[in-house]
T-cell receptor, first 111, second 113 residues
Framework: TQLLEQSPQFLSIQEGENLTVYCNSSSVFSSLQWYRQEPGEGPVLLVTVVTGGEVKKLKRLTFQFGDARKDSSLHITAAQPGDTGLYLCAGAKNNAGKSTFGDGTTLTVKP | NAGVMQNPRHLVRRRGQEARLRCSPMKGHSHVYWYRQLPEEGLKFMVYLQKENIIDESGMPKERFSAEFPKEGPSILRIQQVVRGDSAAYFC???????????FGSGTRLTVV
């Protein structure tokens, strides 16, 4: 069973459009991270959210952590081709040490 | 300030050979994690180590796979008697403490022929 479900699995949009990707779980996490991975490289950390209901903004990216700390969303405004990549969410639990990753959303932004 | 360094970037091994993957964490990071990734999939946890200690190896196959993080030197992921199913990208990550975000290396792409 997949602890973190990401949707959609694939998303292809035109430059300038807005999009939202989701990360859902039945488990509660003490913190949740979003990463972006480009082909042939390792994931790069975008943000960490720790408080239920927390919203963080990073330029055109808005991250939200659900009130119950079971889910999260990533919203991108006016997408650009440079946003293309695999977006991964990862959750950590208290004293569990490791983070568990979702299978990711592959985003393609066409010019 | 160098990030997480993994080598080699690419490794080709014949079935039955041994593969050794190396990872030097970021300076100041004492937590090291190894993950495996198949094409168009997420990262699957393998093992979590601190200096000289394996904290969690629940994602490691019981046979042929081992990991260490010695007092001096890089962390090593060792795969003995490799099989074609071991072909994957292996990523190492480090963090300064538990539950903080990770810094990943660029990965080692293992191909077993």
């Amino acid at each position: 069973t997949q602890l973190l479900e990401q949707s959609p699995q694939f998303l292809s949009i035109q430059e300038g459009e807005n999009l939202t990707v989701y990360c859902n779980s039945s488990s509660v996490f003490s913190s949740l991270q979003w990463y972006r991975q480009e082909p042939g490289e390792g994931p790069v950390l975008l943000v960490t959210v720790v408080t239920g209901g927390e919203v963080k903004k990073l330029k055109r990216l808005t991250f939200q952590f659900g009130d119950a700390r079971k889910d999260s969303s990533l919203h991108i405004t006016a997408a650009q081709p440079g946003d293309t990549g695999l977006y991964l969410c990862a959750g950590a639990k208290n004293n569990a040490g490791k983070s568990t990753f979702g299978d990711g959303t592959t985003l393609t932004v066409k010019p | 300030n160098a990030g997480v360094m993994q080598n080699p970037r690419h490794l080709v091994r014949r079935r039955g050979q041994e593969a050794r993957l190396r990872c030097s964490p970021m300076k100041g990071h004492s937590h090291v994690y190894w993950y495996r990734q198949l094409p168009e999939e997420g990262l699957k946890f393998m093992v979590y180590l601190q200096k000289e200690n394996i904290i969690d190896e629940s994602g490691m196959p019981k046979e042929r796979f081992s990991a260490e993080f010695p007092k001096e030197g890089p962390s090593i992921l060792r795969i003995q008697q490799v099989v074609r199913g071991d072909s994957a990208a292996y990523f190492c990550a480090s963090s300064p403490r538990e539950e903080s975000g990770y810094t990943f290396g660029s990965g080692t792409r293992l191909t077993v022929v």
